[in-house]
């Protein structure tokens, strides 16, 4: 019996009775890679609650605050985009003056007003954020 050549090879090496099970298996594999761990979701809830709720209104955590001029997370998910935004958001104006990535973006320059208070994030704080907001509604189209 010829072996198989990875997930595109060939099944025809593979005994007939397997097959449905190879496929059950490689697709509840591929699920439980996307489907982040609830534990990711709620440190993400956490930390859009203590820091993006500066801002934006993040699902029900804050209805009524915000400020008027920026979006809400919801409404954030209207935009095709919406996760790449989410993703690279420390990027995006005005994030930078605020939001520092630790170990992936610039140290806070002297230059900024004293005012304003940075927040300092993780990479798996932003991932942790994106999985949240994975979970709030979508918005009807």
Not at 9 to 31: D, E, S
């Amino acid at each position: 019996m010829k072996p198989a050549t990875g997930i595109t090879g060939n099944m025809t090496a593979v005994p007939r009775q397997w097959r449905p099970g190879i496929g059950v298996a490689l697709l509840m594999a591929m699920m439980g890679a996307a489907a982040p761990a609830s534990a990711d979701v709620d440190r993400g809830r956490e930390v859009a609650a203590t820091h993006c709720t500066r801002c934006h209104v993040v699902g029900d955590i804050n209805p009524y605050g915000g400020i008027e001029s920026t979006p809400s997370f919801i409404g954030m998910k209207y935009l095709a985009d919406w996760e790449r935004r989410f993703e690279e958001f420390y990027i995006l104006p005005p994030h930078p003056a605020l939001v520092r990535i630790d170990e992936v973006t610039a140290e806070r320059s002297d230059d900024r007003p004293a005012f304003v208070h940075e927040i300092v994030l993780t990479l798996e704080d932003v991932d942790d954020i994106l999985n949240f907001v994975r979970t709030l509604p979508s918005p009807a189209r």
